[in-house]
C-alpha cells in the first residue's frame, strides 16, 4: 500500500490553521494528500474585515478560498455537503459509512482528523467522531493510523504530552498562504501578524499554536 | 450590504408583508466563546426556511435597531441589526455585526426558500 494522507475536519480553513505546515511536508515527498472537506462554513461569524459577505453569499465563497487554499497546498479535495453547525445532529452511522467508502477508494495509509471531545467546536466533535468510526468499521488490514487534534486549553492534563509534535518553521511562509487563501476568515487576525515588524521574532501564543502543529495517535 | 437606513427597510418590510415568506434567523455568540473566556457561554439559536406571513411589520432604533414582525399565529422579533441589503434575488437581508465585522445576528426574509 503506497503512502496516501486523508485529511477530515469539517471547515475551510480548519486544514490551513491545524495542519497546512504537515501538508506541506508530506507534499514536498510527494505524498498525495486529499482533504475531505465536512461543510462550506456557512455559518461562520466572520465575514471579512471590513466585512464584505452576507450569510446567503459566504458559502459561495467560502467555497472559492477553499479551493484557493487547496491549490496552494497541492492536494486534492472532495466536499462533503454537511451544513456548518449542524454536522452533531446528523446520524454518526451514516457519516461514518460515507466517509469509509470514501476512504476505501483512497486506501490511505493516514488520516488527520479532530480528537472526539477534545475539539472545542461541535463540528470539529463530531466530524472527528465519525471518521474515527469510519476507519474502526474498515478491515484491519486496511485501517490507517489515525493523528487526532486536541485544541482544548485542558488537553495535555487529560490525555497526556501528544506523540507527535511537528515544528512546520521551514514551511510557515506557505502555511500562510494557506490560511490568506481564507480571506473571509483570516484578514482579521493575520493583520495582526503582518503588521508586526518583526513576524519571525514573535513569541506570541498564536504564533507557537501555528509553528508546532501537535497530534495524538488514535489507539482502536 | 450597507448602513441600515430605517425609511428603506421599513418599506422594504411592508413590500412583504401579507405574503408567504421564509424566515431565516439567528443569533450567535460563536463556538469559541467558552474557549477564549471562562466567564462566558455559548449561546446561539438558528431557524432556516419557517414559513410564515405576517400583518405588520417595524424597524425601531438608532444606530442599531429591532426589527419585529407580528404574524398570523405569534411573533418573530430581532435586535442588534445594523446592516441590511436588498439582494439580487429580491430577499431582505438584515444582520448586526460587532466592531470587528463578526455577525453577531441576522434576519432574512424571503419569497422562495432559502438554499
Redesign the interface.
Known amino acids: 500500500m503506497g503512502q496516501h494522507v486523508a485529511i477530515i475536519l469539517p471547515h475551510p480553513d480548519d486544514e490551513a490553521f491545524g495542519c497546512s505546515g504537515t501538508i506541506l511536508e508530506f507534499r514536498e515527498k510527494d505524498i498525495p494528500v486529499t482533504y475531505f472537506c465536512g461543510t462550506l462554513g456557512e455559518m461562520g461569524r466572520n465575514m471579512g474585515s471590513p466585512f464584505f459577505a452576507n450569510r446567503e453569499t459566504l458559502p459561495e465563497i467560502r467555497k472559492e478560498e477553499l479551493q484557493d487554499a487547496c491549490k496552494e497546498l497541492d492536494i486534492n479535495l472532495e466536499m462533503l455537503g454537511y451544513r456548518d453547525k449542524t454536522l452533531e445532529f446528523e446520524d454518526r452511522n451514516e457519516v461514518a459509512k460515507d466517509l469509509k467508502q470514501r476512504l476505501e477508494e483512497i486506501e490511505p495509509s493516514l488520516v488527520i482528523t479532530f480528537y472526539p471531545g477534545h475539539a472545542v467546536h461541535p463540528d470539529h466533535d463530531a466530524m472527528g467522531a465519525a471518521a474515527i468510526k469510519a476507519v474502526e468499521m474498515m478491515d484491519e488490514s486496511k485501517r490507517p493510523e489515525v493523528w487526532a487534534k486536541a485544541i482544548t486549553h485542558n488537553r495535555r492534563e487529560l490525555l497526556g504530552e501528544p506523540d507527535i509534535v511537528r515544528d512546520v518553521e521551514d514551511y510557515f511562509e506557505g502555511k500562510m498562504r494557506a490560511i490568506e487563501a481564507h480571506r473571509s476568515q483570516a484578514e482579521g487576525m493575520m493583520k495582526q501578524f503582518r503588521d508586526s515588524p518583526n513576524l519571525k521574532e514573535i513569541n506570541s501564543e498564536g504564533r507557537k499554536l501555528l509553528k508546532y502543529e501537535e497530534f495524538y495517535k488514535w489507539t482502536f | ?1 450597507e448602513t441600515i437606513q430605517i425609511d428603506h427597510v421599513q418599506k422594504a418590510l411592508e413590500d412583504l408583508a401579507h405574503k408567504d415568506v421564509y424566515i ?1 434567523l ?1 443569533t ?1 455568540n ?3 466563546a467558552r ?1 477564549f473566556d471562562s466567564n462566558a457561554y455559548n449561546v446561539g439559536a ?1 431557524i432556516r426556511n419557517a414559513q410564515v406571513k405576517y400583518t405588520q411589520a417595524k424597524i425601531i432604533g438608532h444606530e442599531s435597531y429591532r426589527v419585529g414582525l407580528k404574524t398570523q399565529l405569534g411573533w418573530i422579533y430581532a435586535e442588534g441589526l445594523t446592516d441590511w ?1 436588498l ?1 439580487d434575488q429580491g ?1 431582505l ?1 438584515m ?1 448586526g ?1 460587532d466592531n ?5 445576528v ?1 434576519l ?1 426574509i424571503s419569497e422562495t426558500p ?2
Open positions: 450590504m431565516h439567528e450567535t460563536g463556538a469559541y474557549h438558528f441589503e439582494d430577499r437581508l444582520a455585526h470587528e465585522g463578526r455577525l453577531m441576522a432574512e432559502f438554499k
